[in-house]
Nanobody
Framework: QVQLVESGGGLVQPGGSLRLSCAAS????????MGWFRQAPGKQREFVAM????????YYADSVKGRFTISKVKGEKMIYLQMNSLLPEDTAVYYC?????????????????WGQGTQVTVSS
């Protein structure tokens, strides 16, 4: 069983920064990927960023590329999302997730375990 707990959300002004954290427990194999997704009110859950557990391979949604950075500390089973230059359209609940297997895919259906989410609000 895998449990994921996100933290670090909050209210920030446009142009500001936040760092989200995800504490993982349970099994994470080298072949797995960890991802961040977000869901705004009335919208579908969308992919934000992902990282391979065994390497530094990363992949970002075009909407966050150059502003957000995903990272991990394997020994602590922590996954981070550094968010800079935040925009009002980044407002959403952000979720951490672990992939089902080894597929390098950003589709939500590729991820089996999900956290409860943390709210990020970008507003002046």
């Amino acid at each position: 069983q895998v449990q994921l707990v996100e933290s670090g959300g909050g209210l920030v002004q446009p142009g500001g920064s936040l760092r989200l954290s995800c504490a993982a427990s349970g099994t994470i194999f080298s072949s797995h990927s960890m991802g961040w997704f977000r869901q705004a009110p009335g919208k579908q859950r969308e992919f934000v960023a992902m990282i391979r557990w065994s390497s530094d391979s990363t992949y970002y949604a075009d909407s966050v590329k150059g502003r957000f950075t995903i990272s991990k500390v394997k020994g602590e089973k922590m996954i981070y999302l550094q968010m800079n230059s935040l925009l009002p359209e980044d407002t959403a609940v952000y979720y951490c997730a672990r992939s089902s297997g080894a597929d390098w895919s950003s589709r939500p259906s590729n991820f089996r375990y999900w956290g409860q989410g943390t709210q990020v609000t970008v507003s002046s």
